[in-house]
Structures are given as structure tokens and as C-alpha cells.
């Protein structure tokens, strides 16, 4: 699997911006995705994941009720929604897949990673 992020961008607080993670390889639709972001000096650090099926998903605490994963499987591509941007929230933020399996928080556990695309939130 191949990942292609983008959408990152220079933003104000309060602001909202859509990532987008487009995929390719015919196993996609089977995998777990994540959304993760480093900012310098700081370890990468999970923000969402969603199962294959979408069903299910997962946030970290400081992005939960603004942030929203979701997927759309026939077009490859995960999406991250993020509304009321804030300062902390900027940094490089990767997508991730791992094949089947649980949502997990560790970057160690997910095998493809797309480029990165930068979001840097003004105050």
C-alpha cells in the first residue's frame, strides 16, 4: 500500500482545514488507517484511526469532538476533518495503514506511511 497525504496548510485559530490520505495497492479496503503528527522536537504522536470497515474509531484526547476520521473505500481515501484548529494542534501529520487488526495508538504497529503534510495553526 502506497500513501499520498495532503491538505495541510497555513491556517488561523479556530479554523478548520480537510486532510487527505489516497491510497493505492489492492488491499486497502482491509486495512486499519491512522492519522498521526510530529511537531519539532516532540515524538509522533497518534491523533485518529479508523477500522476497514469504518465502523469504528478512535482519538486522541486533546482532538476528540473537533477532529473526524472517515473513509471512503471505493475511492482509496481517508479523510481527517479538523475544526477549531488551535496553535498546539500544528505540526507535520502523517496517515498510516496496518493490515486488519485493531485501531492502535503505537506508530511502531502500522506498516505504510504517506509523506506528510504540514499544518501550521496561527494564533
Known amino acids: 500500500v502506497q500513501l499520498q497525504a495532503s491538505g495541510g496548510g497555513l491556517v488561523q485559530a479556530g479554523g478548520s482545514l480537510r486532510l487527505s490520505c489516497a491510497a493505492s495497492?489492492?488491499?486497502?479496503?482491509?486495512?486499519?488507517a491512522g492519522w498521526f503528527r510530529q511537531a519539532p522536537g516532540k515524538e509522533r504522536e497518534f491523533v485518529a484511526g479508523?477500522?476497514?470497515?469504518?465502523?469504528?474509531?478512535r482519538y486522541t484526547d486533546s482532538v476528540n469532538g473537533r477532529f473526524t476520521i472517515s473513509r471512503d473505500n471505493a475511492k482509496n481515501t481517508v479523510y481527517l476533518q479538523m475544526n477549531s484548529l488551535k496553535p498546539e494542534d500544528t505540526a507535520v501529520y502523517y496517515c498510516?495503514?496496518?493490515?486488519?487488526?485493531?485501531?492502535?495508538?503505537?506508530?511502531?504497529?502500522?506498516?505504510?506511511w504517506g509523506q506528510g503534510t504540514q499544518v501550521t495553526v496561527s494564533s
Open positions: 495497492g489492492r488491499t486497502f479496503n482491509v486495512v486499519t
Open positions: 498510516a495503514a496496518r493490515p486488519y487488526g485493531t485501531i492502535v495508538t503505537a506508530p511502531g504497529s502500522y506498516d505504510y
Open positions: 479508523i477500522s476497514w470497515r469504518g465502523d469504528s474509531t
